[in-house]
């Protein structure tokens, strides 16, 4: 629990020593696409499309899925090319506690920019969740995707570098198909298939069932069903790679 | 033993064996010397015994317990000056020393105390709230001896601690060294400056193309060892 506490506080600390770079990503950015895209390019909208409370829930997706990558990928390379992993895998904790750090980390850091951009929403937009219990959980199980998804993509090749330029590869396809700046029931065939495949869809048709539960959005037994699944391979890969890694240490 | 290393090979995934089929015994409160040349296999000896590397043959015993079995607890009782920083750039030099003693578990109220006592003994005081990232060599190299005593180790691995450092800094690190070893504590070092070997240490090892080809005291001289067991120039 020491461990797991001091390198949450290692993280902030970080973020801290980076906090121009930390306020634009997590605060400068959502808010811009919130103006332009929610306020801006909404109110040119018939108002019936309601488009701002169909992207308002995706940003807050991509905050959930981009916080653990940053904190994650961050370790990860920094790691790599400056070797504070090896003095993180020597401290006298087991690899399992290592990995659930790293992952919590990756969860704090992604929840926190789904709490500040869920209040950016709220100031811009005027859009609150009805059911915030849901977004929670639907906040937290993204970003525990994610964590886990960017600890498969850094650590599985051969060095992490490699394994930033796969991730820039699958993000934007995921963002884009995957339900971010649309709902799941605009998408026709053969792109609402190939959406099924993407956990950003889930999490995005999540967090617009906990905003507008009135809206058109996928059921929430079924975002559920996917965010499980995706756990379900998820979790082994990344375990897989990290003790393939990490376990003999050999960067 | 502080150190049983038992017919012990390390391979890399390549398939690359850097130590194959090594023994080696380090006593308690003894100063080991691991010699060689460079790609000798002393970095990835002394990464199997802090347990960063596993032996895919044979075993390693540190302070008594099995690298592979309990790693967490050999981690515990050992410091270690790997032979690359792995100092946190995002950090400056004080929360480098007080979150490597929070990772270690050492009790929240004594952090503070061992962090301040290190920065003065090592002349880090003004370093102290400094990026590790904007400091030169020699100094981050400091920053690294404080952080392996800071823990209060029974064994400390050394992999060319005094690599890059100058004359006084190198003499600092041998006073602290041989203050540790009255203290009861054992070391395990590997350096490539024979006259460090000469005057720290007990007894000095060895190796060459992976195996431990010597092993005699300390007494005489290290580079006649070193010439006879390698045909080569140290």
């Known amino acids: ?251 | 033993m502080a150190v049983s290393v038992d017919n012990a090979t390390v391979a890399y995934p390549s398939g690359t064996r850097a130590v194959e089929g090594l023994s080696l015994h380090i006593r308690r409160g003894e100063i080991y010397g691991l010699l060689g040349l460079n790609g000798a296999g002393k970095t990835s000896l002394i990464k199997a015994v802090a347990t960063l590397l596993r032996p895919t043959a044979g075993s390693i015993r540190v302070l008594g317990l099995d690298t592979r079995e309990r790693p967490a607890d050999i981690k515990r009782r050992i410091g270690v000056v790997p032979q690359e920083n792995n100092l946190d750039t995002y950090l400056d030099v004080r929360r480098n020393l007080l979150f490597h003693c929070h990772y270690a578990g050492v009790a929240k109220k004594e952090c503070a105390p061992r962090v301040e006592k290190w920065l003065a003994l090592l002349g880090l005081e003004q370093k102290a709230g400094e990026r590790v990232l904007h400091l030169s060599g020699g100094t981050k190299r400091k920053v690294m001896l404080a952080k392996a005593f800071l823990t209060d180790p029974e064994l400390l691995i050394l992999d060319e601690p005094s690599a890059g450092l100058d004359p006084e800094i190198r003499s600092l690190l041998w006073e602290q060294v041989r203050e540790f070893r009255s203290s009861g504590g054992t070391v395990l070092l590997s350096t490539h400056y024979l006259e460090e070997a000469e005057r720290l240490c007990n007894r000095v090892g060895v190796l060459h193309r992976g195996r431990l080809v010597a092993e005699e005291p300390a007494g005489g001289s290290v580079e006649a060892v070193f010439r006879r067991a390698t045909g080569e120039a140290p």
Request: neutral net charge.
């Open chain 1, 1 to 251: 629990m020491n461990f797991l506490l001091a390198l949450l506080r290692r993280n902030f600390a970080a973020d801290l020593a980076a906090a121009k770079l930390t306020a634009v990503r997590m605060v400068v950015q959502p808010a811009v696409y919130l103006f332009v895209f929610g306020h801006v390019v909404g109110g040119m909208l018939p108002a019936q499309s309601g488009y701002a409370a169909v992207m308002a829930p995706g940003m807050v997706a991509i905050a959930a899925v981009t916080g653990p990558f940053v904190t994650i990928g961050g370790s990860v390379i920094s790691g790599y090319y400056f070797r504070t992993l090896e003095a993180w895998l020597l401290a006298p904790v087991s690899l399992g506690t290592l990995m659930a750090a790293t992952v919590l980390g990756g969860m704090v850091n992604g929840l926190a920019g789904v709490g500040i951009v869920s209040v950016l929403v709220w100031l811009i937009l005027g859009l609150a969740p009805q059911a915030p219990a849901f977004l929670v959980l639907t906040a937290a199980a993204g970003a525990l995707l994610f964590s886990l998804f960017t600890l498969v993509v850094l650590l599985a090749p051969e060095t992490p570098d490699k394994g930033q330029e796969v991730f820039s590869f699958l993000m934007m396809p995921m963002t884009f198909f995957g339900c971010t700046f649309y709902s799941y029931d605009m998408l026709e065939a053969p792109f609402n298939w190939l959406a099924l495949l993407l956990p950003t869809t889930y999490i995005a048709e999540g967090l617009r069932a906990a905003y507008t539960p009135a809206a058109p959005h996928m059921d929430p037994s079924a975002v559920l069903a996917g965010l499980t699944v995706a756990a379900a391979i998820l979790f082994p890969l990344a375990s897989w790679a990290f003790r393939r890694r990490l376990g003999h240490f050999t960067w």
